[in-house]
């Protein structure tokens, strides 16, 4: 074997077990595997995880704050204004260079898959150009998928269906939308007929932000639906966001999640940005602005967490820390319960795995991808409250991150020094 990772705690067994790689592949999992190896890695009963993945970015606009200026009302609709001031002064090099870094800050944290949304309503398509070249200069550190996101419209923005189409051409993954952003409720409807019949002829996912808005009047995730029954692309589609299904009454809401759940559709939430972002008109009491997280999950509709945002026009803070998003996510969806945690655990790895189309070969079994990461945790849970240090990262079964987790002291009176550990 080239590495034998000792002691691990799986998610899925009370036991210990070792795990052995060759050639990038788990080749097995045994309780105590004895044979040669070229490297040891002792995980000393940490927990031992498939790569953390963040399903929902933007990494050309990420560190980008302050940049021509600050987002003061801390609006959605603000964002944007700012953006679109920023995007006119990209280059090619200076998202290469942010971009990258936001990668490798991602990585050190335990994550192994992106998906970036990336504006396409640009008539160079220089963010688009730039990210296909990280895509390829990072593959070593982490697997991207790109979306060609119109930020200001398929049909709002001059040619932006055209851009679309040519975004697809030259290598986008995935096709996106924003059809709350669109003029008018007839025009946001054709957005997402359009992005479908985009993903029909070029055979490709789809992820389009829905409904992001408190008006409970916004409602295209039900068209988005209807689209995936009818063309058959079940478990192929997601909708990003969906904030409004926070303020529809409970009788649509219910009947749109029987049908989301018949659509095999996907759901990304983005608690960060989101309850920074909405809410913003309202007095008192004031909305959440998150999706129906518990109640998806339990009326069987797949929900991701993604962390949307760092450092950039819509939310200032972030560091590309998914223990992070899904912390938040627990506090805010109200799923404190043990089992919910652990569900909450899910929606930045399995589930957000599902949402990528990667479920295939995603996850810790003999013939996987030696994808791995070992958290400074003994079970999700201490991950999560703790927020829990990616001790080793390892993808195809080599090391690309490593994290020493900080040790504090207290002095006591008596002279006596006690290491504080935060565990029980």
Not at 46 to 53: F, M, T
Not at 306 to 312: E, F, L, P, R, T
Request: hydrophobic share 45%; proline share 4%; net charge negative.
């Amino acid at each position: 074997m080239d590495t034998v990772i000792k002691h691990c705690k799986l998610r899925d067994r009370s036991d210990l077990v070792d795990i052995a790689i060759r050639d990038g592949i788990i080749a097995a999992i045994e309780p105590r595997y004895e044979g040669p190896a070229g490297k040891e890695i002792d995980a000393a009963g940490r927990l031992v995880i498939p790569p953390l993945v963040d399903p929902h970015l933007h990494l050309d606009a990420v560190l980008t704050v302050g940049q021509p200026r600050f987002n003061e009302s801390g609006t959605l609709l603000e964002g944007i204004a700012i953006w679109a001031e920023r995007k006119a002064m990209l280059t090619e090099e200076d998202i290469i260079r942010r971009a990258t870094e936001a990668v490798r800050w991602e990585v050190a944290q335990g994550v192994g898959f992106i998906r970036t949304h990336v504006d396409v309503c640009d008539p160079n398509l220089t963010a688009l150009k730039a990210l296909l070249q990280v895509k390829e200069r990072v593959r070593h550190l982490c697997a991207i998928q790109i979306v060609a996101f119109p930020q200001e419209g398929i049909l709002a923005y001059p040619g932006g269906l055209d851009l679309m189409r040519e975004a697809l051409r030259m290598g986008a993954d995935v096709v996106g939308g924003i059809p709350h952003y669109e003029y008018t409720r007839e025009d946001g409807v054709a957005s997402v007929h359009a992005a479908f019949d985009l993903a029909l002829e070029f055979d490709r996912l789809i992820d389009i932000h829905c409904d992001e808005t408190d008006d409970p009047h916004s409602r295209f995730v039900e068209t988005m639906v209807a689209r995936t029954i009818r063309d058959g692309l079940e478990g192929r589609v997601t909708a990003s966001h969906t904030t409004a299904m926070g303020s529809y009454n409970d009788a649509y809401a219910f009947k749109l999640m029987r049908l989301m759940a018949k659509a095999e559709l996907h759901v990304i939430t983005n608690p960060l940005d989101n309850i920074i972002l909405q809410g913003r008109f309202d007095s008192y009491p004031k909305r959440r602005g998150l999706t129906r997280v518990k109640e998806l999950l339990e009326m069987g509709v797949n929900v991701a967490t993604g962390h949307d945002s760092i450092m950039d026009p819509w939310y200032p803070l972030g560091m590309g820390n998914m223990l992070q998003a899904a912390w938040l996510l627990l506090h805010v969806a109200h799923m404190s319960g043990r089992t919910e945690m652990k569900k909450v655990f899910d929606t930045i790895t399995d589930n957000a795995a599902r949402c990528l189309g990667i479920a295939h070969e995603y996850g810790i079994g003999v013939g996987n991808p030696a994808n791995l990461v070992i958290l400074d945790a003994v079970d999700e849970i201490d991950a999560l409250r703790r927020q829990a240090v990616a001790r080793y990262v390892l993808r195809r079964g080599r090391v690309v991150a490593e994290t020493v987790p900080s040790q504090s002291r207290v002095y006591e009176a008596s002279g006596d020094v006690r290491d504080v550990t935060f565990r029980m």
